[in-house]
């Protein structure tokens, strides 16, 4: 069998970028790397046929033949692109979408998604037990990352913060509580990592609770790496923004504690007390689907009382469908 031609269409959202690259490295195929920017259009988008209208002149130069065999794509910004792609291949080409389409799910030969999403079922659709992740072998650290933890007692403890969503806030007073909670266990370190979408004001609030406090630090950009502090922490909590943070904490096998995070106005709105599952409204996007699964499962605990669980690896869930996919034969799928 002949090696397929791969593409994986990634923008300027790292947690997104991350999911597919976990994907196609899983799979451990060769593949190429298409960078797209997006114009206005990228909010109609559930409304557009195949299209690469929705990029900059860029991009669209980057798109050109041969065409794919596969192309794999993420979110609703990649939709009608990987759709245009497949009509300029005459159908030969399949679509792997990961997220939510927005749109029939049967338009596309595999969707991967996760509970957050209300995506129909289906024989082409992959419910996923948590986000894919490129940290399945966390880094070792390097001598400078050795000499940075060696200054720090065990326990580790590791805060990651994310930050508002569309329908979610994080306020410092809530990574306040976290961290009062945390200082209170006996013993160990506090490490607390920010990430880009973190609001400023919490960093300055953060940077006020543990500059000079002993054995206490404040993480931010890429040193030291948070790959690595996954690996070496011995607890992990995450803002309940993030679900790639909770995946990846999950996966490292660690104990795990989730902050909670508010709805903000829009969300109360929009959303309701609890996830809807009639209506319009119950098409949006609910981090609640994700948090309750977990819960549910007993995978994840609080700042007080941590758990640590094991679940079915994703990306070898992922890679599996993928790969059955790429057994078909790919000269039967037509323009849709």
């Known amino acids: 069998m002949t090696t397929p031609l791969i593409w994986v269409l990634v923008g300027s959202r790292t947690g997104d970028n991350n999911q597919v690259l976990a994907l196609v490295e899983t799979v451990g195929l060769p593949f190429t790397t298409i960078h797209l920017e997006y114009n206005l259009l990228r909010a109609v ?17 980057r798109l050109t033949a041969p065409w794919p065999d596969l192309v794999i794509g ?11 792609i497949r009509r300029q291949s005459g159908g030969k080409t399949k679509i792997v979408l990961l997220g939510n389409p927005r749109i029939d799910p049967s338009i596309f030969d595999l969707v991967i998604t996760t509970r957050q999403y209300p995506v129909p079922p289906g024989d082409n659709v992959i419910l ?40 979610w806030q994080l306020s410092k007073e809530l990574i306040g509580k976290a961290i009062g909670i945390l200082r209170d266990k006996p013993g160990g370190s506090l490490i607390v990592v920010t990430s880009r979408r ?35 922490a011995d607890e992990i909590h995450v803002t309940a923004d993030s679900i790639s943070m909770l995946s990846e904490a999950i996966l490292a096998r660690k104990l795990v504690g989730v902050i ?15 996830p809807r599952t009639t209506g319009r409204n119950a098409r949006r996007r609910d981090l609640r689907r994700f948090w309750h699964y977990l819960r549910d499962q007993k995978v ?35 323009p849709r």
């Not at 400023?200 to 002993?214: K, L, S, T």
């Open 128 to 167: 996923l037990p948590a986000a894919l992740s490129r940290f399945q072998e966390p880094p070792e650290p390097t001598d400078e990352e050795r000499e940075w933890l060696a200054a720090l007692p065990r326990p580790l403890r590791v805060v990651a913060i994310g930050g508002a969503t569309k329908y």
């Open 300 to 334: 994840i605990g609080t700042v007080d009382q941590p758990l640590v669980a094991s679940i079915a690896n994703p990306n070898d869930i992922a890679a599996t469908a993928l790969k059955d996919l790429l057994a078909t034969d790919t000269g039967n799928s037509q």
């Open 260 to 274: 909670p995070i508010e709805q903000n106005s829009k969300g109360r709105r929009k959303l309701g007390p609890e």
């Open 198 to 232: 973190t609001n400023p004001e919490i960093i300055e609030a953060v940077r006020g609770e543990v500059d000079g406090a002993p054995n206490e630090r404040l993480v931010e950009g890429r040193f030291p790496r948070f790959a690595m502090l996954l690996g070496q």
């Open 45 to 61: 988008t559930r409304w557009l046929g195949p299209t690469r209208a929705t990029l900059d002149r860029e991009s669209k130069a």
């Open 74 to 84: 993420i979110g609703r910004r990649s939709v009608p692109v990987s759709r245009w």
